[in-house]
């Protein structure tokens, strides 16, 4: 099993930056890919950004230009940097991560972390 652990959610002024961030633990010892989804009330939970083992980053078009993802491999965790944020961004931010080895490939899901962005 995989356990995520979510930090860094909370009630930020529009225009405000926040930093999530996602630590793994249990049986993982190399990801495929880790990152965030968020899930706004009444809609689809969507891509955020995500950042593979050897440090390739993918974004949502929209998002790009105010968030940044890191990651520490030797920490197993992943850090989202949020900056410019807007009402829209309001919504609860998961931590996923596609767990490659050991196998089998799987993927966990954190329990997520609340973020609202006042106007």
């Known amino acids: 099993q995989v356990r995520l652990v979510e930090s860094g959610g909370g009630l930020v002024q529009a225009g405000g930056s926040l930093r999530l961030s996602c630590a793994a633990s249990g049986s993982i010892s190399v990801f495929y890919r880790m990152g965030w989804y968020r899930q706004a009330p009444g809609k689809q939970r969507e891509l955020v950004a995500t950042?593979?083992?050897?440090?390739?980053?993918n974004y949502a078009d929209s998002l790009e230009d105010r968030f940044t993802i890191s990651g520490d491999n030797a920490k197993k965790s992943v850090y989202l940097q949020m900056s410019s944020l807007k009402p829209d961004d309001t919504a609860v931010y998961y931590c996923?991560?596609?767990?490659?080895?050991?196998?089998?490939?799987?993927?966990?899901w954190g329990q997520g972390t609340q973020v609202t962005v006042s106007s």
């Open positions: 996923y991560v596609e767990r490659l080895l050991p196998g089998p490939r799987r993927d966990y």
């Open positions: 950042i593979t083992w050897g440090g390739t980053a």
